[in-house]
């Protein structure tokens, strides 16, 4: 998922798909254990873009 993706969904689909991530997440971590895998950093970098954006949204970043 792109930034420019992120900046579609409103708030509330941000909030499910951060939540779906989280859950995701997990299960990625556990099964990274056993095998091995790069699918948790891809997540994590999705979970950072949306709570980037969040961020930036409420004014905690400057906008130009």
Same mark, same amino acid.
Request: proline letters at 0%; hydrophobic letters at 30%.
């Given at each position: ?20 991530? @989280? ?9 990274? +254990?056993?095998? /091995? %895998?790069?699918?948790? !950093?891809?997540?994590? @970098? ?9 961020? +930036?949204?409420? /004014? %905690?970043?400057?906008? !130009?």
């Amino acid at each position: 998922m792109k930034f420019k993706e992120v900046q579609k969904l409103n708030k509330q689909e941000r909030e499910n798909k951060l939540k779906e991530l @989280k859950m995701e997440l997990l299960k990625s971590k556990t099964a990274a +254990s056993k095998t /091995g %895998g790069a699918k948790t !950093k891809q997540i994590k @970098k999705i979970i950072a873009r949306i709570h980037t954006f969040n961020t +930036s949204e409420k /004014g %905690g970043l400057n906008n !130009k």
